[in-house]
């Protein structure tokens, strides 16, 4: 009896043992194998995007100054004021610029006197006078023929002859220089051609007198906002020095600076989401107008522009603005998060994955990268569980997860 009562009692440590030995077991893996997070790879659709932020700009500005040496007289708009094209913005002293326009106006009417004169006079007069001269030219002539006939029969000295072949000379000459006067006064003629030449100088100077008075208002070219003013009354403007900056009415576009490395998913018409850094739960659409060729050597930045399809009450020149570009769309796409990829630019992009408890290095394929995750395009499936890039765990460990 004593045999049965003691085995028990000697027994019962050797019970207890298989558990102590699993909890301790446990306590031990636990405190090794520290718990892990994981990323699962899913399925679903993926929109690729590129991010960057710029400023709002129109597509041009006109930059405003004068094109003469004035002083201002008045400035009848202010810096911020909406202006209608024509609209006056400036105006100079206009008086020198008036007197040098009268001046042109009177040679013009001098000009137009003298070629009036020329076709009413002096050419009518030139007219009559040739006719005069070839008449005492001829009544010259014949007199000489005579006193010829004469001096042959011996009634007429040889000074007689001499008087009668100068007179007929001098009749010869008159007769040129009439011709000449009567061919110069003609509508073909120098005198009338020099006229005309006067009269277009006159012309010509009265143009540009009227168009240094054209100067002396300062316009808008164009309908838009002034952004900028730097020119009060009473101060002396020399030529193109810059008085105002107009922003013309226009879609206003977004001038963002893209990383280089972004470059090849760009194409012209793609739509973007862009929001203003003062207002960033407002959103609204855009589209990519303009890819400038030519990379920032020092910023390995591009320049882009897009257009501004529904303006924002709110938008002002020179805003910041943050844009999203969508570069691609993939349905049902197998994407992981991007931080579980390790060396994610190398030949080889790697993951840790989970398979059968233990960790296993698995070489995959990727494609586009947006919004922190990646697609998958080998190596992986869906329902797949990898750890973080940044996890110590070496392949062959077992891995603890954590819960999800």
């Known amino acids: 009896m004593e045999n049965t009562t003691t085995t028990p009692k000697k027994m019962r440590w050797w019970f207890l043992l298989p558990p102590v030995v699993l909890v301790c077991g446990v306590l031990w ?19 690729q995007t590129v991010v960057a932020s710029g400023r709002v700009e129109t597509p041009h500005r ?4 004068a094109q003469i040496t004035a002083q201002v007289v008045s400035v009848p708009v202010a810096e911020g004021q909406q202006v ?29 006197a003298r070629l009036r004169q020329l076709r009413e006079v002096d050419a009518p007069v030139a007219e009559q006078s040739l006719r005069q001269a070839m008449v005492t030219r001829d009544t010259a002539r014949n007199q000489h023929q005579r006193q010829q006939d004469l001096f042959k029969r011996g009634f007429i000295g040889q000074a007689a002859l001499d008087e009668s072949q100068k007179n007929h000379d001098v009749a010869e000459a008159a007769l040129q220089v009439a011709v000449r006067h009567a061919a110069g006064t003609a509508p073909k003629g120098s005198d009338t051609a020099l006229a005309l ?16 008075v054209t100067y002396t208002r300062i316009t808008a070219p164009a309908d838009g906002v002034l952004i900028a003013r730097q020119v009060e009354p009473g101060d002396l403007v020399q030529a193109g020095k810059l008085l105002m900056t107009l922003s013309p009415q226009a879609i206003p576009q977004l001038v963002v600076q893209i990383d280089e490395k972004s470059m090849r998913h760009l194409q012209i018409g793609q739509d973007a989401l862009a929001s203003l850094d003062a207002f960033p739960e407002q959103r609204f659409p855009a589209k990519l107008v303009y890819i400038n060729p030519a990379v920032n050597a020092q910023t390995g930045a591009v320049t882009v522009k897009l257009d501004v ?20 769309s ?18 080889e992009p790697s993951v840790m994955l989970i398979s059968n408890g233990k960790a296993e290095k698995r070489v995959i394929r990727t494609g586009a990268s947006a919004g922190g995750q990646t697609e998958v395009l080998d190596g992986l499936v869906q329902g797949d569980q990898v750890l973080s890039a940044q ?10 997860v954590a819960a999800q």
Do not use: C
């Open 391 to 400: 996890s110590a765990v070496k392949a062959g460990e077992r891995v603890r």
């Open 197 to 212: 030449a006067a009269l277009e100088t006159a012309k010509a100077s009265a143009a540009a007198a009227k168009a240094r």
């Open 330 to 347: 993939h349905p049902q796409a197998l994407l992981i998060d991007s931080a579980a990829i390790r060396e994610p630019y190398s030949r």
């Open 62 to 65: 006109i930059d405003l100054g």
């Open 29 to 47: 893996f636990n405190s090794s194998h520290p718990q892990q997070d994981v990323y699962t790879v899913q399925r679903k659709d993926f929109i």
């Open 84 to 112: 209608s094209k024509g609209q006056l913005l400036i105006a100079l002293d206009a008086r020198e610029s008036e007197a040098l326009l009268a001046q042109a106006e009177l040679q013009i009417a001098q000009a137009e």
């Open 309 to 328: 399809l529904k303006v924002p009450p709110e938008m002002r020149q020179d805003m910041t603005a943050s844009v999203d570009i969508q570069v691609a």
